[in-house]
């Protein structure tokens, strides 16, 4: 569906992590509220005309995430900086959802959430 064109950044994109969901708060110990990726993607999803039954698969462009020798993940911060980019070219006309990662109990953006610009041409 998509061609990945060009990678202007470090070079570091996680297709093993599911996207966060409530669930995964709760076992990382937060009772609450969490800004979780489903919950921003779900009510996004072609102004609701898409529905959404599971859980999307996300590409984590990115995200690090080293893999230990016993075969666990772990978060990394992101390597990234202001201006890196990568570019997608699409095969097919689809629905593209995008979001930031807003996790913020783990080390993943760096101890802070921030915005992301996105370039349709």
């Given at each position: 569906?998509?061609?990945?064109?060009?990678?202007?950044?470090?070079?570091?994109h996680?297709?093993?992590?599911?996207?966060?969901?409530?669930?995964?708060?709760?076992?990382?110990?937060?009772?609450?509220?969490?800004?979780?990726?489903?919950?921003?993607?779900?009510?996004?999803?072609?102004?609701?005309?898409?529905?959404?039954?599971?859980?999307?698969?996300?590409?984590?462009?990115?995200?690090?995430?080293?893999?230990?020798?016993d075969?666990?993940?772990?978060?990394?911060?992101?390597?990234?900086?202001?201006?890196?980019?990568?570019?997608?070219?699409?095969?097919?006309?689809?629905?593209?959802?995008?979001?930031?990662?807003?996790?913020?109990?783990?080390?993943?953006?760096?101890?802070?959430?921030?915005?992301?610009?996105?370039?349709?041409?």
């Amino acid at each position: 569906m998509l061609t990945f064109v060009h990678d202007g950044s470090p070079g570091y994109h996680d297709a093993q992590f599911s996207a966060c969901v409530p669930f995964m708060y709760k076992l990382l110990g937060f009772e609450g509220g969490a800004p979780e990726l489903f919950g921003q993607f779900s009510p996004r999803c072609s102004g609701g005309r898409l529905a959404t039954h599971q859980e999307p698969d996300p590409i984590n462009f990115f995200q690090r995430t080293p893999v230990s020798a016993d075969g666990g993940l772990h978060t990394a911060p992101a390597a990234t900086r202001p201006g890196d980019s990568v570019t997608l070219r699409a095969e097919v006309d689809l629905i593209l959802v995008v979001t930031a990662c807003s996790m913020d109990l783990k080390n993943i953006n760096g101890d802070r959430c921030t915005a992301i610009g996105i370039e349709i041409l």
